[in-house]
């Protein structure tokens, strides 16, 4: 079993949709959470960092993080097409020992949001 | 701030040769982080050096090196190429305290 699962779609909606991208982590260590969007042929670009349970919210993105279930989502509202793109969820542990550097990725959902 | 960068962005090399990457961090970061990107697999954790140190490895045979210079500029080396070694390779810069890994483009490696 993977310790980030991620549903990796792919997931199709009009402009202007709600979007919920969820995914599911194991590791009882991870700490930090962060949500990543991946044009092709480029390298991730960070779009949330968060610590704690609850919500945070950017624009027109929220990150909800609910570490009694070990469950995190991206919300993204008034989805754009520009916003088509593989998002990805991200887990890391206190740092030091075997965690330092170390992201652990979901697989991607891919993302098409059609004008 | 100039993001990260990399080099060369592609590379084609063929079984059996040894293959060098670079990636130069964010002015001032002094952890690197290097990933491999597959298909398959996804985004799995090579490792990681801070000040010229590799402080954590992931689970990647001996072929896999890397090194760090007292600019923080790193590089990768794969040697013995085998064609699964086909991915994208990607460096990230790390923001402290938070941790904060922000990547570069990656360099796209294919092994025929």
């Known amino acids: 079993q993977k310790e980030v699962e991620q549903d990796p779609g792919p997931l199709s909606v009009p402009e202007g949709a709600i979007v919920s991208l969820n995914c599911t982590y194991s590791?009882?260590?991870?700490?930090?959470f962060m949500w990543y969007r991946q044009y092709s042929r480029k390298g991730p670009e960070l779009l949330m960092y968060?610590?704690?349970?609850g919500n945070k919210e950017d624009g027109r993105f929220t990150a909800q993080v609910d570490k009694s279930s070990k469950y995190i989502s991206l919300f993204i509202r008034d989805s754009q097409p520009s916003d088509s793109a593989t998002y990805l969820c991200?887990?890391?542990?206190?740092?030091?020992?075997?965690?330092?550097?170390?992201?652990?990725f979901g697989q991607g959902t891919i993302l098409t949001v059609h004008p | 701030k100039a993001g990260v960068t990399q080099t060369p962005r592609y590379l084609i090399k063929t079984r059996g040769q040894q293959v060098t990457l670079s990636c130069s961090p964010i002015?001032?970061?002094?952890?690197v982080s290097w990933y491999q990107q597959t298909p398959g697999q996804g985004l799995q954790f090579l490792f990681e050096?801070?000040?010229?140190?590799?402080?954590n490895k992931g689970n990647f045979p001996g072929r896999f090196s890397g090194r760090q210079f007292s600019n923080s500029r790193s590089e990768m080396n794969v040697s013995t190429l085998e064609l699964g070694d086909s991915a994208l390779y990607l460096c990230?810069?790390?923001?402290?305290?938070?941790?904060?890994?922000?990547f570069g483009p990656g360099t796209r490696l294919t092994v025929l």
């Open positions: 990230a810069s790390t923001q402290l305290p938070t941790d904060t890994q922000y």
């Open positions: 590791n009882s260590a991870f700490q930090y």
């Open positions: 968060t610590y704690s349970s």
């Open positions: 991200a887990s890391e542990a206190n740092a030091g020992g075997t965690s330092y550097g170390k992201l652990t």
């Open positions: 002015s001032g970061h002094r952890s």
């Open positions: 050096y801070f000040s010229e140190t590799q402080r």
